[in-house]
T-cell receptor, first 113, second 116 residues
Framework: ELKVEQNPLFLSMQEGKNYTIYCNYS?????LYWYRQDPGKSLESLFV?????AVKQEGRLMASLDTKARLSTLHITAAVHDLSATYFC?????????????FGKGTKLSVIP | NAGVTQTPKFRILKIGQSMTLQCTQD?????MYWYRQDPGMGLKLIYY???????DKGEVPNGYNVSRSTTEDFPLRLELAAPSQTSVYFC???????????????FGNGTRLTVT
């Protein structure tokens, strides 16, 4: 069974600071997604990482993937209040004739002015 | 384009009642999914469909049924609602299989269901 663990689950940080969210997974996978969810809203796709060493950046967010360590990171640079949201990683795995995503529990980020 | 549309947005059910959560997408996506999100947890897959007329169980299908008579619609039915089904339900779609290159899920806005 694929297990996906994110940490921290809660993160309160000041504007302008840097921080990293970690996503560990238990089984070899060929892709990893990061999603953002604003309170009471749906999930929005941020990044998809397909290979070892993959790095993607958008604005103040940068995601990377280390398939050997089964680890992805989401790095936040110089946080601003607008980044306050819950961030989920999701890991893909084939099984029983289909391809599924397993989601982590999410990291609730609060950026304090 | 509206994307993925879910109705209703909120619903309160009494134990034992039934209801159907509606989901429709206008992106001509083949793949559709139903997830539930419990407080403080990630999403869990209830059912999915790879095309009209084809559905299959996900991780947590008990207590639910689905149908896919058209490409656009993928309703989720709850029979005999139980408090354990209190959750936020998300419908999602993708054009390709999730195993294809860069095929992220497109989510609806969710249905918040309370069973008391």
């Amino acid at each position: 069974e694929l297990k996906v663990e994110q940490n921290p689950l809660f993160l309160s940080m000041q504007e302008g600071k840097n921080y990293t969210i970690y996503c560990n997974y238990s089984t070899t996978s060929d892709r990893l997604y990061w999603y953002r969810q604003d309170p009471g809203k749906s999930l929005e796709s941020l990044f998809v990482l397909l290979s070892n060493g993959a790095v993607k950046q958008e604005g103040r967010l940068m995601a990377s993937l280390d398939t050997k360590a089964r680890l992805s990171t989401l790095h936040i640079t110089a946080a601003v209040h607008d980044l306050s949201a819950t961030y989920f990683c999701a890991v893909g795995l084939s099984g029983a004739g289909s391809y599924q995503l397993t989601f982590g529990k999410g990291t609730k980020l609060s950026v304090i002015p | 384009n509206a994307g993925v549309t879910q109705t209703p947005k909120f619903r309160i059910l009494k134990i034992g009642q039934s209801m159907t959560l509606q989901c429709t997408q206008d992106m001509n996506h083949n793949y559709m999914y139903w997830y539930r999100q419990d407080p403080g947890m990630g999403l869990k897959l209830i059912y999915y469909s790879v095309g009209a007329g084809i559905t299959d169980k996900g991780e947590v299908p008990n207590g639910y049924n689905v149908s896919r008579s058209t490409t656009e619609d993928f309703p989720l039915r709850l029979e005999l609602a139980a408090p354990s089904q209190t959750s936020v339900y998300f419908c999602a779609s993708s054009y390709f299989s999730l195993s294809s290159y860069n095929s992220p899920l497109h989510f609806g806005n969710g249905t918040r269901l309370t069973v008391t």
